[in-house]
C-alpha cells in the first residue's frame, strides 16, 4: 500500500488498516484524523508520538491481542500474522528454550498480571528471553513503562510495514 491509498480511504476502513499495529482506539482514531500524510514517515512520527500519550490502561487493553512470547498465534486476522511474522526467530524446535520461555512467562504474568511483550522483530530468541528474565527484576511502574515502550515499537514496526 502507498501512503496516498491510506489517505484517501475511508474512515473505517482506515481505521480497519491500522488496527491491527495496535488496538488502542485513542490511537486509531489520531492516525486517521490526522491523515493526510505527505509521507510514511510522517505517520510514523504521528503514531509515535500518540503512543507516548497511553495510559496504563489502554496498553493493558492492548495486550490481550498480543500473543505470549514462543506461543504461535492462530487464528487468520492481520493481528495474528504480524505477530507469526515478529516471532519467527523463536524457534518452537529448541525445546530447552521454549521451557525456559514458558517459565519466564508464566513468572511475568504472575509478577505483573500481564502478559510479557518485547519487540519481538529482529532480535534471537536468547535476547528475547535474557530481556525477559531483566525485565522480571523491575518494580511495577518502571515495567509499565517499558512495556507500553516496547508495544509502541512493535506498532509502529507493524504500521510502517503496511506500506511498500
Known amino acids: 500500500m502507498q501512503i496516498e491509498d491510506f489517505n484517501t480511504m475511508s474512515e473505517a476502513a482506515a481505521s480497519a488498516t491500522v488496527r491491527p499495529c495496535a488496538a488502542i482506539d485513542s490511537w486509531v482514531q489520531a492516525l486517521v484524523a490526522g491523515r493526510p500524510y505527505a509521507s510514511v514517515a510522517e505517520l510514523s512520527a504521528c503514531a509515535t508520538a500518540r503512543a507516548a500519550t497511553w495510559t496504563g490502561a489502554e496498553v493493558q487493553a492492548a495486550l490481550a491481542d498480543h500473543p505470549r512470547i514462543g506461543e504461535r498465534p492462530s487464528g487468520d486476522g492481520a493481528s495474528a500474522a504480524m505477530s507469526r511474522r515478529e516471532q519467527s526467530t523463536v524457534d518452537g524446535d529448541d525445546a530447552d528454550l521454549a521451557r525456559r520461555l514458558a517459565e519466564g512467562n508464566r513468572r511475568y504474568e504472575e509478577t505483573f498480571d500481564r502478559i510479557y511483550l518485547v519487540r519481538a522483530a529482529g532480535r534471537s ?40
Request: without cysteine.
Open 125 to 164: 530468541a536468547e535476547d528475547i528471553l535474557a530481556l525477559l528474565e531483566e525485565r522480571l527484576t523491575h518494580d511495577p511502574e518502571t515495567e509499565l513503562a517499558v512495556t507500553a515502550g516496547q508495544l509502541a515499537e512493535v506498532a509502529v514496526l507493524r504500521l510502517e510495514g503496511l506500506f511498500t
